[in-house]
């Protein structure tokens, strides 16, 4: 739960989980290894002494300790969406002079919250910017086969999510940031306000402009588009 908890509150970041285990120290805790990039980056996140960033828990007291993760322009994005854009024709100047050798990262704003995204493998936001925080987030990565929702969208794999939660995990999400009747309200709503699309070229971001069904489109990270992901040096795609 600790982990899905994490990414939720968590969008401007990219969340990998690993397996908990149990660390034997005084007092001893258990610790989830995480694997964090900022958005929009290949710049790893660090934490620790030893440089992996984890969740720890400690069962005797029920104190959870959470990596720092740093402010970006994505987050800053996200922190205002549903609250404030950049109109349709300054967003459309802004690709246009960014030629045709970059990726972007952006968050779209729908019109109109949708109860599905059309190819039910995106980065969703469920809702919009809450007070002080990031809007609730499903990240659409495969799930394994084991755990039955292959064929599920992130909205269903959400709902999924938040059904398994108690009343006794009310604290933990707290210390996430979480509320449980604004996670099962999210859930029951099953309402899509947007999403975070990275890796997209400029033209593709001027084309969703021009959907009637989107409200905005926010660029957040901007970087170079790289011929070969297998070089350590990036050579730009030829224009």
């Given at each position: 739960m600790a982990g899905n908890a994490f990414v939720v509150a968590n969008p401007a970041h990219d969340i990998v989980l690993s397996a908990m285990t149990r660390v034997t120290d005084d007092p001893e805790y258990l610790?989830?290894?995480?694997?964090?990039w900022p958005r929009g980056?290949?710049?790893t996140v660090t934490d620790w002494a030893n440089g992996i960033p984890e969740i720890r828990y400690f069962p005797s007291t029920g104190h959870l300790e959470l990596p720092h993760l740093s402010e970006s322009r994505l987050s800053r994005v996200l922190a205002e969406f549903g609250e404030r854009r950049t109109e349709k024709k300054a967003t459309a100047a802004l690709l246009r002079g960014l030629g045709t050798r970059v990726e972007v990262t952006a968050v779209v704003e729908f019109a109109?919250?949708?109860t599905s995204v059309a190819d039910g493998g995106g980065r969703v936001l469920l809702s919009p910017a809450r007070v002080g925080k990031f809007p609730?987030?499903?990240d659409g990565e495969p799930c394994a086969d084991s755990e039955g929702c292959g064929d599920l969208s992130p909205v269903e794999r959400f709902r999924r999510w938040v059904d398994g939660l108690r009343e006794e995990d009310r604290g933990t999400l707290?210390?996430?940031?979480?509320?449980l009747a604004e996670l099962r309200k999210a859930a029951g709503e099953g309402k899509v306000y947007g999403e975070i699309v990275e890796g997209v070229t400029p033209a593709e971001l001027e084309k969703l402009l021009k959907d009637p069904g989107v409200r905005s489109v926010s660029v957040a990270e901007v970087g170079l588009r790289c011929a070969s992901s297998l070089s350590t040096e990036c050579l730009p795609v030829p224009a």
């Open positions: 610790s989830l290894p995480l694997r964090i980056t290949d710049i109109r919250p949708m609730l987030y499903w707290d210390a996430f940031g979480l509320d």
